[in-house]
C-alpha cells in the first residue's frame, strides 16, 4: 500500500485516483459516524475486490465464545464484540442489464473526499462498464448529528455516451458475519421482514444477548432535478429485503436515488415498538430531505469544531492529521449516553473486539472534559461505577476477597472478556488508570463531591486488590508485585515493574487521602460508604503498611528505575541500530525473540512519569527520557503521543514535534501497517494532548490553568480553545507572541511560565 496517498488539506481527507490496494485502507480512513452508531465507507453499489464491510452500534453486542489451544483458570468464557450491523447503504446499479463493479470496470477521474468541517463523505467517478457504456457517478453520505438514528444518502447517476434503461436495487441485508468472529458464527437472528411502498424495516435478534435492532429504509428518485415516481419490485429473501426500480434515460441525463435509513434499538425503544420507530424515523427523514438533513449536519458540526478544533499554520499534514484526530473522536463518542463508551477502533473496525479498555480514563478524559463538559467525562466514570459489582466478579474469579475489585482489560459490560494469559491475568496495571481517571477529573473540575457519591467505593475495591495482590518479600524487606504486564506488551510475567508498582502505592495513598477529606466534610457520605464496603481503620492501615514498603527496582548505576527487575540483563541495543527489514518487530519476530529484546513497544516508566510528572524533577524525567526512548519502538498507538508531551516539557522540542507528527499521522501515513484494521481511536486523544498539553503546556496547578507555550519551528502557529470549569479560554501560539482570550462571562486567574495573569471577561491578552 501507497502510505502517502492521501492529499494534504486543511479540513478534508481526500483520495484521488482508484487503486484496488488502498480500499480497505481507505474503508477505514473515510469512516463516518455520530457517536451512538458508524460505519466503514464500504461503497454503496457492489464491489466484488477485497472489502471489509462494517456497520456498527453503539452498545448492541455479542459474547464470542472464547477460543484458546490451553484453557486456563480464570479465563472469560467469551469475547464481547461489538456486532457488525444489518448492512442499509447497499444500492445495487445495472446499466442495461450490466453491473456497476468498480473492480471490473474501467475507472477514471475517481475521488473520494471526507469533509471533516461539515461531517459529510463523498465519492465521485466516470466508470466505463465492459459492455462500453460510460457512467459519471456523483455520491454523498452522512451519517446525522442531529438525528442519531439517521443516515442518508443521495447517489447520482450520468449516462455519459449511452441512452437505455438505468436500474436501482437499493436494499436492506441482514446476513451479515463479523470477519473476526472465532467460530464463524452467524450472530443474527431475522425476527421479521416488513416490506412496503418504498420503505421497509428488517428487525434482528442478537444471539445469545437479545438486544432487539431494527433496520429501516425508504428511498425517493429524481431525474433530471425532477422528483419522479418509479414502479417497485419487491424481493424478500431469508436475511435480506430489496426493492427494484427501472427507468429509461437517455444520453446526459442523470438519475438520482436518495436512500434514507435508521437504526433503532431495544436499548430505546421496546421490541415490539422497533418497527413502527424505525419506518418513522425514515420517513420523517425523507420529509426533511436530504438537503435539510447535510443542512443541520453542518450547523452540528459547526458547533463541535467551535469548541474542539485546534488550528495550525504553516504546516498542512499536522493540521490535517489534528483535524482527522479530533474528528474521529467526536464522531465515535459525543458523551449523550452513560452506557457507552470509547473502543479503541470505534465505528472503524472490529479489531480488539470493540470494546473498552484502560484507554479511555488513561487518554480519552481529558479531551473531552476540555472540548466539551464536565457532564461528558463524569458519564465515562459513571460508566466504571456501574461496572464495579463486575469489577469484584472479576477480583473473585481469580480468588481475591473482601470486595477486591480488578477492572476488566477489555469489557461490553464489566466482565472481563480477554483471554490471553499475560494481559488478563497480568496487565493489573489496567486498575490503576481507573482510579487514575477520577483523580484527573476532579483535579480539572473541582467535583471533588463525585468522590463520595461514586468515586470512594471504587478507590476502596481498588486499594483492596493492591493490598492483596503486593506481597512481602523477606529479600527485598519491601512489598512486591510479581507476575505482571506493564504498559509495554513486549515484556510478560515480570517482577516489580515500575509503573504498576508507583500506580499501586499511588492508588492507596489517593483513597486514604480522600478517606480523611471525606471523614470531615461528608461525614453521612463517609458513614454509608464505610457501612457498604465493610471497611475499617484497621484495614486502611495495613493498606498503608504496602505503600510506605513499595519496592521500585532501581538503577545506581544509570539513575533510572528499571522497567523491572531484569531489564539491564538484557542488551541494550538502541531503535536506531535495527535494520528496516526488522521493523515493526511485532510483524517480523517471532514472539520469544520479541520477549528477550529489550524493545519497548510503548511508554511504561515513561507512561508513570507523564501520570505523575509533579512526583519527579526535570532532571529525572530527562534521565529517564533518555535511557527509555532510544529503546521504544512505538509499535503501540499509544505509544507517541506521550513521548510527544514528555519531550517538550523537557525542552526537546523537535523530539516533541517527531513524535506528534507520528501520532497525528499514525493512520493517515499507515505507520504500523494495520489501517485497514480500522482507525486507532483512542490514542487520537493523546494527539490531542500532544499539543494541548505538550506544545502548550497546558496542566492544572492550585487549581488555575497553567501553561508554558513552546511551537516547533516548522509551524507558524496555533490556536486551541479550553473549557475549564465553565470557563472557555482561546489561546494562541506564535513563533514571537502567546495571546489568551478570555471567551467568557468571568475574569480568569492563569499562570503564564508559572506568573499569575489576570485576564478580564471578554478580554485579549498578549504575553
Known amino acids: 500500500m501507497n502510505k502517502n496517498y492521501i492529499i494534504p488539506n486543511e479540513w478534508s481527507i481526500i483520495e484521488e485516483g482508484f487503486n484496488k490496494d488502498n480500499v ?5 480512513l473515510f469512516s463516518i459516524g455520530n457517536g451512538a452508531l458508524g460505519q466503514r465507507a464500504n461503497f454503496e453499489e457492489d464491489y466484488s475486490g477485497p472489502s471489509f464491510q462494517g456497520s456498527y452500534i453503539g452498545g448492541i453486542y455479542y459474547p464470542d465464545k472464547t477460543r484458546v489451544g490451553w484453557w486456563k483458570n480464570g479465563y472469560p468464557e467469551y469475547f464481547a464484540k461489538v456486532l457488525n450491523a444489518p448492512n442499509w447503504i447497499g444500492i445495487q446499479i445495472k446499466i442495461n442489464k ?11 477521474n475517481f ?3 471526507l469533509n471533516m468541517k461539515e461531517g459529510w463523505l463523498s465519492r465521485s467517478f466516470n466508470a466505463v462498464l465492459a459492455t462500453g457504456e460510460e457512467i459519471e457517478v456523483i455520491s454523498k453520505r452522512i451519517i446525522s448529528i442531529a438525528h442519531n438514528e439517521v443516515g442518508a444518502i443521495k447517489y447520482s447517476v450520468k449516462a455519459v455516451n449511452f441512452s437505455g434503461e438505468i436500474t436501482f436495487k437499493p436494499y436492506l441485508d441482514a446476513g451479515i458475519v463479523n470477519q473476526d468472529s472465532n467460530y464463524d458464527e452467524y450472530f443474527w437472528d431475522i425476527l421479521n421482514i416488513e416490506k412496503g411502498t418504498n420503505e421497509g424495516c428488517i428487525l434482528a435478534k442478537t444471539l445469545k444477548t437479545n438486544f432487539y435492532v431494527g433496520t429501516a ?20 429473501q431469508e436475511k435480506k429485503l430489496t426493492y427494484s426500480y427501472n427507468l429509461k434515460i437517455n444520453q446526459g441525463d442523470t438519475v438520482t436515488i436518495y436512500k434514507y435509513a435508521s437504526y433503532v434499538t431495544s436499548l430505546n425503544y421496546k421490541e415490539e415498538k422497533l418497527v413502527k ?17 447535510l443542512q443541520e449536519q453542518v450547523n452540528s458540526w459547526a458547533a463541535i469544531w467551535k469548541t474542539s478544533d485546534i488550528k495550525i499554520e504553516g504546516d498542512i499534514k499536522a493540521q490535517q492529521g489534528i483535524r482527522f484526530n479530533i474528528f474521529q473522536l467526536n464522531q465515535t463518542y459525543l458523551g449523550t449516553d452513560s452506557r457507552l463508551n470509547i473502543g479503541p477502533k470505534g465505528f472503524t473496525g472490529e479489531k480488539y473486539g470493540g470494546s473498552t479498555y484502560w484507554d479511555t480514563e488513561a487518554y480519552c478524559i481529558p479531551f473531552y472534559m476540555a472540548t466539551k463538559d464536565a457532564s461528558v467525562a463524569k458519564n465515562l466514570l459513571l460508566y466504571r461505577y456501574n461496572q464495579l459489582d463486575k469489577a469484584i466478579e472479576n477480583a ?25 494469559w499475560e494481559i488478563t491475568f497480568e496487565e493489573i496495571h489496567r486498575n490503576g488508570a481507573m482510579i487514575y481517571g477520577i483523580y484527573n477529573y476532579v483535579n480539572y473540575t473541582k467535583d471533588f463531591e463525585y468522590i463520595p457519591k461514586y468515586g470512594l467505593e471504587v478507590m476502596i475495591g481498588v486499594a483492596r486488590f493492591w493490598h492483596q495482590r503486593a506481597n512481602f518479600s523477606a529479600a527485598k524487606n519491601k512489598y512486591v508485585i510479581l507476575g505482571v504486564t506493564g504498559p509495554n506488551e513486549y515484556e510478560n510475567n515480570v517482577n516489580n515493574n515500575f509503573y504498576t508498582n508507583y500506580l499501586a502505592k499511588w492508588c492507596i495513598e489517593y483513597a486514604i487521602e480522600s478517606l480523611q477529606k471525606i471523614k470531615t466534610e461528608y461525614a453521612q457520605d463517609y458513614k454509608r460508604v464505610l457501612a457498604k464496603t465493610n471497611l475499617t481503620e484497621e484495614e486502611t492501615k495495613q493498606w498503608l503498611q504496602v505503600a510506605d514498603n513499595m519496592y521500585f527496582p532501581y538503577s545506581e548505576k544509570n539513575k533510572v528505575y528499571l522497567q523491572q527487575d531484569g531489564f539491564l540483563d538484557k542488551e541494550l541495543i538502541p531503535v536506531a541500530e535495527l535494520s528496516v527489514e526488522d521493523r515493526p518487530i511485532n510483524q517480523k519476530w517471532s514472539w520469544d525473540r520479541i520477549l528477550r529484546s529489550c524493545y519497548i513497544k510503548q511508554a511504561d516508566v515513561l507512561q508513570g512519569m507523564f501520570f505523575f510528572e509533579d512526583q519527579f524533577s526535570k532532571e529525572e524525567i530527562e534521565r529517564h527520557f533518555d535511557f527509555y526512548e532510544p529503546l521504544t519502538v512505538h509499535e503501540s498507538s499509544l505509544s507517541p503521543c506521550v513521548h510527544s508531551i514528555l519531550a517538550a516539557s523537557i525542552d526537546r522540542i523537535p523530539k516533541a514535534y517527531e513524535q506528534y507528527v507520528r501520532t497525528s499521522r499514525l493512520d493517515l501515513d499507515d505507520y504500523n501497517h494495520e489501517v485497514d484494521e480500522g482507525c486507532h481511536i483512542t490514542s487520537m ?5 500532544s499539543i494541548v498539553q505538550g506544545f502548550g503546556g497546558m496542566r492544572v496547578k492550585n487549581g488555575l490553568l497553567s501553561f508554558n507555550p513552546q511551537i516547533p519551528k516548522k509551524w507558524k502557529s496555533y490556536t486551541f480553545t479550553i473549557n475549564f470549569r465553565g470557563n472557555v ?29 489576570k485576564i478580564p471577561s471578554k478580554q485579549l491578552i498578549t504575553v
Open 24 to 28: 480497505k485502507s481507505s474503508e477505514s
Open 98 to 108: 450490466t453491473n456497476l463493479d468498480l473492480n471490473t470496470c474501467k475507472i477514471q
Open 111 to 113: 475521488k473520494r473526499e
Open 217 to 236: 429504509m425508504s428511498v425517493s428518485f429524481s431525474h433530471n432535478n425532477k422528483k419522479v415516481d418509479l414502479e417497485q419490485t419487491t424481493n424478500v
Open 277 to 293: 420507530a424505525g419506518l418513522k424515523n425514515v420517513q420523517q427523514a425523507s420529509e426533511l430531505g436530504f438537503d435539510i438533513l
Open 396 to 420: 473473585e474469579k481469580l480468588g481475591f476477597k473482601n470486595g477486591a475489585a480488578l477492572y476488566p482489560m477489555v469489557t461490553m459490560n464489566g466482565e472481563e472478556c480477554h483471554n490471553e
Open 685 to 689: 486523544a493523546g494527539t490531542w494532548m
Open 729 to 757: 479560554i482561546n489561546v494562541y501560539k506564535s513563533q514571537n507572541e502567546c495571546k489568551f482570550s478570555n471567551e467568557s462571562g468571568n475574569e480568569m486567574t492563569i499562570l503564564v511560565d508559572n506568573e499569575k495573569i
